[in-house]
DNA sequence: TTGTATGCGTTATCAC
DNA sequence: GTGATAACGCATACAA
């Protein structure tokens, strides 16, 4: 059995008020009763029960970050930013997603409002629309919408149209003029943004933007990538419109997947095509020529919003405030 | 302000006891009022408040997972099967960790158990004592134990040693009789059994053991592969003890800075040199020659124990259960 | 079938 | 300074 503020007030002969006083660091308790009360405590081995304070206080100290899937790495290392930093701050994190459930976003952002686990939320997704974020705002539960701009919600995101826009004008600075495109079907991943970026550079240099140029990939894999490379392969000997260079806004795993592919056909990386990723894994070290790619801030987004979001809610402050971070774009090998 | 109980009954004209008894399908209720505050629930868009209830009934619906660190792969695998099989079981999950709040295990073991936060837990370690262990039993707080087997509670682990013993005698078989191992000082690794297989495969095959065959890397990680690979080839030059193949227990990314010092340095993998990682990271396969390397049934893993830990929690269960899984051995081109 | 009363462990508002 | 007492939202034993 759990040792509650009665056990410790019944053998202190006080009441539990006291002991509650005593145990939040209440003023107005004399000296000796407050060395009594301490003592027995810790002799008990005490510790306040949060769902019993929760229910009191009306504040949790718990956090919730709602993903959507938990098992991608950008959002990882996010998490690790905001563990990292969660330091002393007496929080609890309790993730939530909507993997297995059955549910839709909404009906989870539902869940994590009215069930009342938590103080406030980091929310990490670019697919929700602004009528479905309006319910936190509606029902008054500080949200940090890590991902993409808000105009309703605070939110931290990157500006991925930059990043995009840096990496494709270096293409261009190197001579490239043809430069391919691979795009992914997934809302959450901001990919129109960055193809907006891509499209930029093109203005820019006054080089026309050309559909068929654009590749699609199903999911950042290497065996996508490995698909889409042949399919380039085989344009470029049907002799039109062949990229000397492509970038892949899909991700890293996809541009690895072609590089891979291309050199098995013969080509020689960058020499021959270029290849530009998007992420920064683990894994763009490590596949030769090491792939140059655009790297998003991740561990000090986290940072930055769990302090924001500890911040609204503790100071119930209001205003609604945007990050954006700059995209780091790192030149390695393949471009 | 959200909407209670209270307020359902008010506006349905019965008791908040009776409101409770239908929300939770509790027998005896006639259908017309079932009905009429069911529609009134839905109405109001009604949610139960979780920490009440917890209060109330001493159950959280909730399952901790404590893991030292929540920044590596194998937990981040884990917890993406835990969170995969949650399905339909109404459960939410909650991290613990101790990053960066200066706690020790123990510390934070405490915590998870007297806060009351939780019904049960999930502990991911391999670094705890038997002793700390306890804890949990003492405290009658179902208990997973995940990474190494226990005597005190259920446990899912590995077969590191068996593991490690199938890639070992794999490198004998194509010949190798002066084989390398790298190890690293990190606790939760259990480092230890993945030596005693390499033992086991010397043994079998009657090979001396020798000290000058171990190598130590401080981290898994590619430059501690490099490094070692350049004391490696040194050696080599001066003579004597030349491993013609290397096993890595202490992860992939320290053999895949290996592979590519070695072929930096002019070293052909595997005909030189041999080189066997653990763990399979999404970067083995992309390394070339690809990493041949030995995988923990990480998804598999997790599935098991949110439903063992579930079954625990809901059905009071106390035997003590083990499981053991066996490490499965990839081969690809590096040995 | 439904209402009354009580408790879960804590905090907070009063008196005294 | 400290003790009663109510309240947080919900569940449940018992009474009606």
Same mark, same amino acid.
């Given at each position: 059995?759990?040792?509650?503020?009665?056990?410790?007030?019944?053998?202190?002969?006080?009441?539990?008020?006291?002991?509650?006083?005593?145990?939040?660091?209440?003023?107005?308790?004399?000296?000796?009763? #407050?060395? *009594?009360?301490?003592?027995?405590?810790? /002799? +008990?081995? @005490?510790?306040?029960?949060?769902?019993?304070?929760? +229910?009191?206080?009306? *504040?949790?100290?718990?956090?919730?970050?709602?993903?959507?899937?938990?098992?991608?790495?950008?959002?990882?290392?996010?998490?690790?930013?905001?563990?990292?930093?969660?330091?002393?701050?007496?929080?609890?994190?309790? +993730?939530? %997603?909507?993997?297995? &459930?059955?549910?839709?976003?909404?009906?989870?952002? &539902?869940?994590?409002?009215?069930?009342?686990?938590?103080?406030?939320?980091?929310?990490?997704?670019? $697919?929700?629309?602004?009528?479905?974020?309006?319910?936190? #705002?509606?029902?008054?539960?500080?949200?940090?919408?890590?991902?993409?701009?808000?105009?309703?919600?605070?939110?931290?995101?990157?500006?991925?149209?930059?990043?995009?826009?840096?990496?494709?004008?270096?293409?261009?600075? #190197?001579?490239? *003029?043809?430069?391919?495109?691979?795009?992914?079907?997934?809302?959450?991943?901001?990919? /129109?943004?960055?193809?907006?970026?891509? !499209?930029?550079?093109?203005?820019?240099?006054?080089?026309?933007?050309?559909?068929?140029?654009?590749?699609?990939?199903?999911?950042? $894999? =290497?065996?996508?990538?490995?698909?889409?490379?042949?399919?380039?392969?085989?344009? !470029? &000997? $049907?002799?039109?419109?062949?990229?000397?260079?492509?970038?892949?806004?899909?991700?890293? =795993?996809?541009?690895?997947?072609?590089?891979?592919?291309?050199?098995?056909?013969?080509?020689?990386?960058?020499?021959?095509?270029?290849?530009?990723? @998007?992420?920064?894994?683990?894994?763009?070290?490590?596949?030769?020529?090491?792939?140059?790619?655009?790297? &998003?801030?991740?561990?000090?987004?986290?940072?930055?919003?769990?302090?924001?979001?500890? %911040?609204?809610?503790?100071?119930?402050?209001?205003?609604?405030?945007?990050?954006?971070?700059?995209?780091?774009?790192?030149?390695? /090998? $393949?471009?």
């Amino acid at each position: 059995m759990a040792v509650t503020l009665k056990d410790i007030a019944l053998k202190a002969g006080v009441t539990t008020a006291t002991v509650s006083m005593v145990i939040n660091n209440k003023p107005n308790i004399s000296e000796t009763t #407050k060395k *009594r009360v301490l003592a027995i405590a810790r /002799e +008990l081995n @005490y510790y306040p029960n949060v769902i019993a304070r929760g +229910l009191a206080t009306k *504040r949790n100290n718990a956090i919730g970050v709602v993903v959507p899937n938990i098992a991608s790495g950008f959002i990882m290392r996010i998490m690790e930013g905001i563990k990292n930093t969660l330091r002393n701050a007496n929080y609890t994190v309790i +993730l939530f %997603d909507t993997i297995g &459930q059955g549910i839709t976003e909404y009906n989870l952002f &539902q869940k994590v409002v009215y069930e009342g686990r938590v103080d406030g939320v980091i929310v990490i997704t670019a $697919s929700s629309s602004d009528a479905e974020l309006e319910l936190f #705002k509606k029902e008054k539960m500080p949200c940090i919408l890590v991902a993409k701009h808000s105009a309703i919600l605070d939110s931290i995101y990157v500006n991925n149209r930059g990043g995009s826009y840096t990496a494709v004008k270096y293409l261009i600075d #190197k001579g490239h *003029r043809n430069i391919g495109v691979v795009t992914v079907n997934r809302k959450n991943l901001n990919i /129109e943004e960055r193809l907006d970026g891509y !499209r930029d550079a093109l203005v820019e240099k006054s080089i026309p933007f050309r559909s068929e140029l654009v590749y699609e990939a199903t999911s950042d $894999s =290497m065996t996508d990538g490995a698909h889409l490379a042949n399919k380039i392969i085989n344009a !470029r &000997q $049907s002799g039109d419109n062949v990229p000397t260079a492509i970038f892949s806004p899909a991700g890293d =795993m996809t541009a690895i997947g072609m590089i891979k592919e291309f050199k098995k056909r013969g080509l020689k990386i960058p020499e021959d095509i270029a290849v530009v990723g @998007y992420d920064d894994v683990p894994a763009a070290e490590v596949v030769e020529p090491a792939l140059t790619t655009v790297r &998003q801030p991740k561990l000090e987004m986290g940072d930055l919003a769990i302090n924001l979001i500890i %911040d609204k809610v503790e100071k119930g402050d209001k205003t609604i405030e945007s990050r954006e971070f700059a995209a780091k774009f790192i030149i390695r /090998e $393949s471009a």
